[in-house]
């Protein structure tokens, strides 16, 4: 089946320090991958859209100079989050479509990374 | 904006009862989607229902979408303590996915 992975599961840093999280489709392309967040308890929110060879669409509310997202190519999206402060800390989990859903968008399963904790001291 | 409203947040039950969440739209869906969470996990796909009023089972798990495309619902029989975990509803509308809070399912000891 599909399977996404993401690097690294977690990761504590300085205030101040910048960390990058990658999320790789490895058995199938994705024009499509998202970023999610997620506080303890809590649903995932959408933080943006990551469109391999253009710009993220980033949701209301989140810095895209703070949350620098790259999606160079078919299989592999990153996240940077640049100058994390503790109130970053949270679990960040990404998730791709398969480029072959593009076509019928109706039907477009997601598959999601394990998910990255960060700590943010 | 769009939201799915899903409910209870919580449910507690003994291993052997039923568990159901259910999940419902301010608009229209085009299809929806469920996917469970393990504690400390990532959400997996489960499930999509697109047609009005479908009904799809995967052995003990049963989903419906409602005839209005706007509500959906999960169902549990005889939970086993392989079912814990958050299950999650995510309603396609406008080519976006619309999540809903989750609800968790926890066994009494």
């Known amino acids: 089946g599909a399977v996404v992975s993401q690097h690294p599961s977690w990761v504590i840093c300085k205030s101040g320090t910048s960390v990058k999280i990658e999320c790789r489709s490895l058995d199938f392309q994705a024009t499509t991958m998202f970023w999610y967040r997620q506080f303890p308890k809590q649903s995932l929110m959408l933080m943006a859209t990551s469109n391999e060879g253009s710009k993220a669409t980033y949701e209301q509310g989140v810095e895209k100079d703070k949350f620098l997202i790259n999606h160079a190519s078919l299989t592999l999206s990153t996240l940077t989050v640049t100058s994390a402060h503790p109130e970053d800390s949270s679990f960040y989990i990404c998730?791709?479509?398969?480029?072959?859903?593009?076509?019928?968008?109706?039907?477009?399963?997601?598959?999601f990374g394990n998910g990255t904790r960060l700590t943010v001291t | 904006g769009q939201q799915v409203m899903q409910i209870p947040q919580y449910q507690h039950v003994q291993e052997g009862e039923d568990f159901t969440t259910y999940c419902n739209s301010s608009?229209?869906?085009?299809?929806i989607q469920w996917y469970k969470q393990r504690p400390g996990g990532h959400p997996v796909f489960l499930i999509q229902?697109?047609?009005s009023g479908e009904v799809k089972k995967q052995k003990r798990l049963t989903f419906q979408f409602g005839e209005a495309k706007k509500n959906s619902s999960l169902h549990i029989t005889a939970t086993q303590t392989t079912d814990v975990g958050t299950y999650f509803c995510a309603g396609l509308s406008n080519y976006q996915l619309i999540w809903g809070a989750g609800t968790k399912l926890i066994i009494k000891p």
């Open positions: 608009t229209t869906l085009s299809n």
């Open positions: 229902l697109v047609k």
């Open positions: 998730s791709a479509r398969p480029s072959v859903w593009a076509q019928v968008r109706q039907h477009s399963p997601l598959h």
